[in-house]
Every structure is written in structure tokens, then in C-alpha cells.
């Protein structure tokens, strides 16, 4: 028989300040194709950066498992590397975790800061199959309470027992569903439940970039060109419907042409200024029709202008 095993992790942070997450814990739990317990560790490490202040507060629910003491006496991620990597490496076993998608964002991290090769695996997410499944999005001390997982013994946010409820879980669903654990994560259902470091690494790219696009149309806001190329719109002020600024890239060559021709946009804006043919609008990729907000778009004196309508007047 073709045995496999199965990791369940769950990482800790000190900090995810500007999206960057420092891991202080990475706990695991390897079982086998029933899902016996073959071993489990809490692997602490020193995050080489401060905490945030939060975690030791007693507030908003998150307490670390160890002291900031106990944390910098550990080595760091560096030293624990080969050792994760063969985690999540070794052939013929899955891996798998409780909105895995940031736990993998955080080995991601880790390996950028320390300028060590990305290891590549994919996971698990079993937050993502019971959300889909039943239709509601729990922590996971609720989906455990809820399949009757006795976690008197765990600790929330201790990496470790974090990936112990999520295994127990797991199984309490293979158990209700009447399949065995390998069933359940290679039917249709659980293979689109899966996320990989690539996919994760391609997301927080997308996001680096959408932020990076999003603060050059932020540079323009509020500004006339002092010699606008084409006066087609001058002295009129536009605000972008956050449909329209979904586009990042479209949303920016818009803002460039409105000020090239006179015109500016900003974030939100009021009435018209009065001078001359001034006037104010929010762009919408097609007009509103609903009655009520015409109403309080009239009463700020402001307009409503679909796409098509602002780039007749573009050029």
C-alpha cells in the first residue's frame, strides 16, 4: 500500500508590519494516513525584529504562547531553514493548515528576508473547504467546538496546538462525511482548495503593484495643471467610482488625461466652484439609475458622468 502522511502547520508572527510577516513559531504535526500523530513540535525561533505591542496586551484576543525572553534566546529562521524545507518537501505526503494562504505567505517572508530560496509546496486550506462546504466563516476554536474537538489542552496562538485542532477538525469532518482523509483532499472540492508559495508570491505582487499604482494616482489628486496640454474640462474636479478604480492601470491613464485637459481629480469632491463653466463630477463605468442617489449627488452639486461620456471629451 502507497502510505502517505500528512503535515498540518500554523505559523506565528511578531509582526506583519508594511505586509511582511516576521514568523516567531512554526508549529507542525505529521500523522499518518489516518491521521495518528507520528510526531509534532513547536519550533520557536528568534524573529530578529520587535513584536507588536498588541500580542503582550491581553487585547483583541491574540497572546503569544512564550515570553519576547524566550523568543530571542531561540536561533532564527535561518537555522531551523533545511529542516522546514524538508517539512514541507519530503515526497509523498501533504501539507495542509487553517487559512493556510498566510501561514505559506509567511515562509515566503521569511525566505525574502534571509535571502534564502523559496520552497516550493503547495497546501491545504481547511478554512476555505468548510466555508465552501457549510456556508459560514468560523475561527477555528469555533469549527472545533462545533465538531465536538475537546481543546480544554490547547492554546490558541501556540503554533503547535493551532495545527493540532486543525488535524482533529479535519478529521472530525472525514468522520462525519464518511471518507477517508485522501478522499476528501483529492475530490473536486478539496483540489480547489489548495494554494501554492507561487500563487501566494503572485498575489503579494499584484498587491505590491496595485498599492505602488494606487499612490501615483493619489500624487495627482487635487492638482490643475498649470499649462494643461487641452482645455476640454478646465477648472472641472472628477472622483473615480470605485468601480472605475478597480482598473488600477486604466484608473491611472485617466487621471493623467483629466489633467492634461484641464481638469483634476481628487478622493472625494464637493460642489462646483462656481467660476465660470466649473463643475464637479463622480465617473461611473455606466450611469446610476437609482433615484436616490441622483438625489444626493444634486444636493453636494455634483454630477454623475458614465466613462464613455468623460473620454467623448478626452483627448
Request: charged share 30%.
Amino acid at each position: 500500500m502507497n502510505h502517505k502522511n500528512f503535515v498540518f502547520f500554523d505559523c506565528e508572527c511578531a509582526n506583519t508590519f508594511e505586509g511582511v510577516g516576521k514568523i516567531c513559531s512554526l508549529g507542525y504535526v505529521i500523522c499518518d494516513d489516518d491521521l495518528n500523530v507520528i510526531e509534532s513540535e513547536d519550533v520557536v525561533m528568534n524573529p530578529e525584529c520587535e513584536f507588536d505591542w498588541y500580542l503582550f496586551s491581553g487585547k483583541g484576543g491574540i497572546k503569544l504562547a512564550y515570553s519576547k525572553d524566550y523568543f530571542r534566546i531561540k536561533p532564527n529562521y535561518e537555522s531551523y531553514y533545511k529542516d522546514i524545507k524538508k517539512l514541507f518537501t519530503t515526497g509523498n505526503r501533504y501539507i495542509a493548515g487553517f487559512a493556510v494562504s498566510n501561514d505559506v505567505g509567511f515562509v515566503n517572508d521569511a525566505n525574502e528576508r534571509y535571502n534564502l530560496p523559496y520552497i516550493q509546496f503547495r497546501a491545504f486550506d481547511l478554512e476555505r473547504y468548510l466555508e465552501r462546504k457549510y456556508g459560514k466563516k468560523q475561527k477555528l476554536v469555533e469549527w472545533a467546538q462545533e465538531f465536538g474537538v475537546n481543546i480544554a489542552k490547547f492554546q490558541s496562538h501556540k503554533s503547535v496546538d493551532d495545527a493540532m485542532m486543525t488535524m482533529l477538525c479535519l478529521k472530525a469532518e472525514c468522520m462525519k462525511s464518511g471518507i477517508s482523509v485522501e478522499a476528501l483532499l483529492t475530490s473536486k472540492e478539496g483540489r480547489e482548495c489548495f494554494v501554492s508559495n507561487e500563487q501566494i508570491l503572485e498575489q503579494a505582487a499584484e498587491r505590491a503593484y496595485r498599492k505602488e499604482m494606487k499612490a501615483k494616482i493619489e500624487r495627482l489628486y487635487g492638482k490643475f495643471s498649470p499649462k494643461p496640454r487641452f482645455k476640454t474640462i478646465l477648472g472641472n474636479k472628477y472622483e473615480l467610482d470605485k468601480k472605475v478604480l478597480r482598473d488600477v492601470d486604466y484608473a491611472f491613464e485617466l487621471v493623467k488625461q483629466i489633467y492634461d485637459n484641464g481638469g483634476a481629480t481628487f478622493e472625494h469632491v464637493g460642489g462646483g466652484s462656481g467660476q465660470s463653466k466649473s463643475e464637479s463630477f463622480i465617473v461611473f463605468e455606466n450611469l446610476p439609475d437609482n433615484p436616490n442617489l441622483l438625489a444626493k449627488l444634486k444636493d453636494r452639486g455634483v454630477k454623475a458622468i458614465s466613462l464613455e461620456e468623460l473620454e467623448s471629451v478626452l483627448k
